[in-house]
């Protein structure tokens, strides 16, 4: 990622970035740019694979990796619809570590 002042920065997001300082700026030094996370490594691993299993029983059309505005991972997945069943697990999951964007959606 580039800074505002043209420099690249190491941008790396943990729940709890005080825990974890130390040995990435060993790796990183003054490049190393951390962000807290709402969610654990874990949680977004269980819930990639999980969404990677669900392709066809939830017609999902797109199922992206992508680092957010504040710079942390996240998914993104575009069911056909919506359904009870992918509402529930969604409602599940910590608030921003997937986007669900319907093709379909009520009107």
């Not at 505002?4 to 060993?26: G, N, Y």
């Not at 874990?42 to 066809?56: F, K, M, P, T």
């Amino acid at each position: 990622m580039s800074a505002s002042d043209k420099t690249w920065r190491a941008v790396i997001s943990a729940p709890d970035p005080d825990a974890v300082r130390e040995s990435l700026t060993e790796l990183h030094g003054d490049l190393l740019t951390l962000v807290q996370s709402r969610w654990t490594q874990q949680q977004y691993r269980d819930a990639g694979v999980h969404l990677a299993h669900q392709v066809e029983l939830w017609a999902l059309s797109t199922l992206i990796d992508q680092i957010n505005d504040d710079g942390v991972d996240h998914l993104i997945a575009t069911p056909r619809a919506i359904t009870a069943e992918i509402e529930a697990w969604h409602r599940d999951l910590p608030a921003g570590l997937v986007t669900l964007k319907p093709m379909i959606r009520p009107t």
